[in-house]
C-alpha cells in the first residue's frame, strides 16, 4: 500500500460508523436491483407482440443484462480501490435509476434494450460493493448475520419477482394508464429514487483508497474473457452447443481469460488479485459457490417451465407456486447467519447441503399429475437448504481474507455466480431440450404432438435435467464436508477488537 492510502486508512475510524444506516441503504438498493432481474420474464411474450420482434429478439433484453453485468463484476475490485464507498453505490444507484426512467419511456425496442443495458451497469457496480462494505464495517463474529440480512434481499427479491410482475402484467387498471409492460419500470423509479436520497444523507465512506495503477490490458482482457463465456453459454440454450454464436465466444472468451489469469499473476497490482485463492478456504467455498449457483439457476429456470409445460400453468400461477419459498427462504436468511455467528458454518453448511440433495431427489419425481402442493412443498425444502448454505459458505471464505484482498474477493465470487449461473442455465436447458426431444421421438407425431404427449416431453427433459441437478448437488455436499471456521488474518483481529472496544464505550 502506497503512502497515501496509509494516511486515508488512519483517518477511517470504523468505530464512529453508524452501521444501521448503512445496512438499510445497502438493502433498499440490493432489493430494487435484484427484483428488477426477474420482474421482466413475465413481460416477454407482450413485449414480443406490443414491440413488433421475435422472441430471439426480445432474449437480448436478459441476455445483455447478464452479459453487462459478467464484464463489470470482475473489474469492481479495482473500481473499489479507486472510488469511495458513497461514489460507488450512488453511481450504481443512479444509473440504475437512469436505465429504469429510459427503459419506462423507450417507445421501441433499442432504446428499451439501452434502457437495460444501463441498469446493468448499475447492478453489476452494486453487488461487490455491498459485500465488501459489510466486511468491512463489521468485525468476523457478527458478519453472519449482517450477510443473512443481504441473503434475504438477495433471494426474496427474485422469487416474489415473477408473482409481482404478474399481478401488474394482469392490472387492466393500470393497462389503461400506459401499456402494463412499462409500469415494471415506472413503479421502480420511485424506489430507486429514495434509495438515492437515502444512501446520500446516510451512506459514510468505509474503504481506503490505494488508486493502483489501472492495467488498461487486463480490463480488455477480462471483458473478452468473462464477457465471451457468459454470452457463448447464455446463447447455447437457444441455438445448441454446435451453433457459431455458442462455441465461437467460448473459445475465444477461455482464450482471453487464460491471459488475463496470467497477466494477473505477474502484475504487482492486479485488476483482480488471485492470491486470494492462496487461502485454502477462499478455494474451497469459491470451488463450491460454483457448483451451487450452477444448481440454483438451472433449477429456478426449470421449475418455471415444468409448472407452465407439463401442468399448464399460467405464468402468474406459478410466479405464486414459487412464492412460499422465496418467503420461507427471506425468513431463513437472518435465521442462518446469526446461527453461522454462534455456531460456525459447519453446522449449518453439511445439513443444509444434505437437505438440497434430498430437495433434488424430490424434482426427480416430478411428472404430469404431480399436484401443486407437493412442487411448493420440494420447493419450500429446496430454498430452506440453500439459505443455510449460501451466505455461512461465503462469510467463510471471505473472513480468511486480509482487508486488501476484502474487493478481490467479493468480486471474484461475484463473477463466479454470474458465469457459473450462465453455465448451469444453458447446460440444463440444453439436457430438458434433448430429454424432450428424445421422448417426442418415440410418439406417433414428433412435429404434433397431442397435450399429454407434449406435457410428458417436458416432464422427461426436466427430469432429465434435474438428475444431472442431483449429481451437482451431491458433488456439492462432498466439497461441503471440507468447510470449517477459518483462522481471521491478525491485524482484521486486531481492528475487530478497536471495533468492540469502541462500542462498549458507547454504549
Same mark, same amino acid.
Given at each position: ?16 460508523? *453508524? ?15 435484484? #427484483?428488477?432481474? /426477474? ?22 433484453? @436478459? ?24 461514489? $460507488? ?20 425496442? &433499442? ?16 453487488? =461487490?460493493? $455491498?459485500? %465488501? /462494505?459489510? +466486511?468491512?464495517?463489521?468485525? !468476523? ?10 441473503? #434475504? ?8 419477482? !415473477? ?40 451512506? *459514510?465512506?468505509?474503504? %481506503? ?26 446463447? @447455447? ?6 451453433? =457459431? ?32 485463492? *492462496?487461502? =485454502? ?12 449457483? $450452477?444448481t440454483l439457476f438451472s433449477s429456478m429456470t426449470l421449475i418455471p417451465l415444468y409448472l407452465q409445460g407439463a401442468l ?10 414459487? #412464492? ?41 419425481r416430478f411428472d404430469a399429475s404431480t399436484s401443486t402442493g407437493y412442487v411448493i412443498t420440494a420447493h419450500i425444502i $429446496? ?23 476484502? !474487493? ?6 461475484? /463473477? ?10 444453458? +447446460? ?60 481471521? =488474518?491478525?491485524?482484521? &483481529? @486486531?481492528?475487530? /477488537? ?10
Amino acid at each position: 500500500m502506497n503512502a497515501a492510502g496509509t494516511q486515508q486508512e488512519a483517518s477511517i475510524d470504523l468505530s464512529k460508523i *453508524k452501521r444501521g444506516p448503512i445496512v438499510f441503504a445497502l438493502i433498499i438498493g440490493a432489493f430494487v436491483a435484484i #427484483l428488477n432481474e /426477474t420482474l421482466l420474464g413475465n413481460a416477454l411474450p407482450e413485449l414480443v407482440n406490443e414491440l413488433g420482434v421475435t422472441y430471439s429478439t426480445i432474449q437480448w433484453l @436478459a441476455t445483455a443484462y447478464m452479459l453487462v453485468v459478467g464484464v463489470l463484476v470482475p473489474v469492481t475490485a479495482i473500481l473499489q480501490e479507486w472510488f469511495s464507498t458513497r461514489q $460507488m453505490f450512488l453511481s450504481a444507484m443512479i444509473l440504475f435509476f437512469a436505465g429504469t426512467l429510459i427503459s419506462a419511456v423507450s417507445p421501441g425496442f &433499442e432504446l428499451l434494450l439501452v434502457g437495460r443495458i444501463v441498469q446493468a451497469l448499475g447492478t453489476g457496480l452494486m453487488l =461487490p460493493v $455491498m459485500m %465488501n /462494505t459489510i +466486511l468491512v464495517i463489521f468485525p !468476523p463474529e457478527k458478519r453472519g448475520g449482517a450477510m443473512g440480512l443481504m441473503g #434475504l434481499v438477495i433471494m426474496f427479491a427474485p422469487a416474489i419477482g !415473477p408473482t409481482v410482475s404478474g399481478l401488474i402484467l394482469d392490472s387492466t387498471f393500470l393497462a389503461d394508464i400506459a401499456s402494463a409492460w412499462r409500469w415494471l419500470f415506472i413503479l421502480v423509479l420511485p424506489l430507486a429514487a429514495f434509495s438515492i436520497v437515502f444512501a446520500a444523507i446516510y451512506m *459514510k465512506n468505509v474503504s %481506503n483508497l490505494t488508486k493502483p495503477k489501472v492495467d488498461v490490458l487486463s480490463i480488455l482482457l477480462s471483458t473478452i474473457g468473462f464477457g465471451g463465456v457468459v454470452f457463448g453459454f447464455s446463447k @447455447a440454450g437457444e441455438n445448441g452447443w454446435n451453433h =457459431p454464436q455458442v462455441y465461437w465466444p467460448i473459445i475465444v472468451g477461455g482464450v482471453a481469460l487464460l491471459f488475463f489469469i496470467w497477466r494477473q499473476l505477474k502484475l504487482k497490482a492486479p485488476v483482480m488479485d488471485l492470491r486470494a485463492f *492462496k487461502f =485454502p478456504m477462499f478455494t474451497i467455498v469459491s470451488i463450491l459457490m460454483l457448483v451451487l449457483m $450452477m444448481t440454483l439457476f438451472s433449477s429456478m429456470t426449470l421449475i418455471p417451465l415444468y409448472l407452465q409445460g407439463a401442468l399448464f400453468m399460467t405464468a402468474f400461477r406459478s410466479g405464486l407456486v414459487l #412464492l412460499p419459498g422465496g418467503i420461507v427462504n427471506g425468513i431463513m436468511a437472518p435465521i442462518s447467519g446469526k446461527l453461522f455467528d454462534k455456531f460456525g458454518p459447519r453446522v449449518l453448511v453439511i445439513p443444509g447441503l444434505i437437505i438440497l440433495v434430498a430437495a433434488l431427489w424430490l424434482f426427480t419425481r416430478f411428472d404430469a399429475s404431480t399436484s401443486t402442493g407437493y412442487v411448493i412443498t420440494a420447493h419450500i425444502i $429446496m430454498l430452506i437448504g440453500l439459505s443455510m448454505v449460501m451466505m455461512p459458505a461465503q462469510t467463510t471464505g471471505l473472513n480468511v481474507l486480509p482487508p486488501q484482498l476484502y !474487493p478481490h474477493g467479493t468480486a471474484i465470487l461475484n /463473477t463466479l455466480q454470474q458465469v457459473s449461473g450462465a453455465i448451469g442455465t444453458a +447446460l440444463f436447458i440444453s439436457i430438458m431440450t434433448n430429454g424432450t426431444k428424445d421422448y417426442l421421438s418415440t410418439t406417433s407425431d414428433p412435429t404434433a404432438p397431442t397435450p399429454a404427449e407434449a406435457a410428458n416431453g417436458v416432464v422427461a427433459g426436466v427430469t432429465d435435467a434435474f438428475w444431472i441437478g442431483l449429481i451437482l448437488a451431491i458433488v456439492a455436499l462432498v466439497i461441503g464436508l471440507f468447510i470449517r471456521r477459518g483462522k481471521v =488474518p491478525e491485524g482484521q &483481529e @486486531a481492528a475487530s /477488537t478497536g471495533m468492540h472496544s469502541a462500542e462498549r464505550q458507547t454504549n
